[in-house]
């Protein structure tokens, strides 16, 4: 019923910038939060950034101020732009969408995951 597509991973070297799409489709009344989640390799997973319907956001610590969070509405489409990145940042992200089907039916949905490698 709802499916989300991600987009955007790829190399980059250390100060680049990279910018993460997270497109849901299906029948959707409405997306309430929207959220990137990253895991790097032998670590947890952890939250990196959140937007609610209302436009408040969220970040973790250690991207505040070279990450942003937004979303297009129209879309149903979030994005995560990076800039500055740096070799810690390489992980797998994944998008989390939490949506309505309906006024009452709440579910949500993660993103197949992509790779963002920072490496020279």
């Known amino acids: 019923q709802v499916q989300l597509a991600e987009s955007g991973g790829g190399l980059v070297q250390p100060g680049g910038s990279l910018r993460l799409s997270c497109a849901a489709s299906?029948?959707?009344?409405?997306?309430?939060?929207i959220g990137w989640y990253r895991q790097a390799p032998g670590k947890e997973s952890e939250l990196v950034a959140r937007?609610?319907?209302?436009?408040?956001?969220n970040y973790a610590d250690s991207v505040k101020g070279r990450f942003t969070i937004s979303r297009d509405n129209a879309k149903n489409t979030g994005y995560l732009q990076m800039n500055s990145l740096k070799p810690e940042d390489t992980a797998v992200y994944y998008c989390?969408?939490?949506?309505?089907?309906?006024?009452?039916?709440?579910?949500?949905?993660w993103g197949q995951g992509t790779l963002v490698t920072v490496s020279s």
């Open positions: 989390n969408v939490d949506l309505y089907l309906s006024t009452v039916r709440r579910l949500e949905r």
């Open positions: 299906g029948s959707i009344f409405r997306i309430n939060a």
């Open positions: 937007i609610t319907s209302g436009g408040n956001t």
